[in-house]
């Protein structure tokens, strides 16, 4: 009895641990730097490029017309997708370089380039 308490105590104590490095994973799968594709007839702005961290953060740039916007934030890869800023959802989809970012509320999508 004492032994088996011991097994259980012990993978108490390392799912955290598993969990961790989970999460970890996930954000080398997309940390970098990715360049978007595209083109302002598309939509209304030119999308620069993203780089994100594995800590979890980002910073994005845009154009709108003669203008660069950047935004910071914070991301989570999850099994569903990409949360940004626990707020904006995208789905994802992986290939040797490229992700295809798609918003599953409009199905609006653009493909990113990894660049670094």
Same mark, same amino acid.
């Given at each position: 009895?004492?032994?088996?308490?011991?097994?259980?105590?012990?993978?108490?104590?390392?799912m955290?641990?598993?969990t961790?490095?989970?999460n970890?994973?996930?954000?080398?799968q997309?940390? =970098?730097?990715?360049e978007?594709?595209?083109?302002?007839?598309?939509?209304? +702005? !030119?999308?620069?490029? &993203?780089? $994100?961290?594995?800590?979890?953060t980002?910073?994005?740039?845009?154009?709108?017309?003669?203008?660069?916007?950047?935004?910071t934030g914070?991301?989570v890869l999850?099994?569903d =997708?990409?949360v940004?800023?626990?707020?904006?959802?995208?789905?994802?989809? +992986? !290939?040797?370089?490229? &992700?295809? $970012?798609?918003?599953?509320?409009t199905?609006n999508?653009?493909?990113?380039d990894?660049?670094?």
């Open positions: 009895m004492v032994k088996s308490n011991a097994c259980l105590v012990a993978i108490a104590l390392a955290p641990l598993v961790a490095c989970t970890s994973a996930s954000n080398r997309i940390a =970098g730097t990715w978007g594709r595209g083109n302002q007839a598309e939509r209304p +702005f !030119t999308f620069g490029s &993203v780089t $994100f961290a594995e800590d979890g980002y910073t994005a740039e845009a154009k709108y017309g003669d203008k660069t916007r950047v935004q914070r991301y999850t099994d =997708g990409l940004l800023d626990g707020t904006r959802t995208y789905d994802l989809d +992986f !290939t040797a370089e490229t &992700v295809l $970012f798609t918003d599953p509320t199905g999508s653009m493909v990113l990894r660049f670094r």
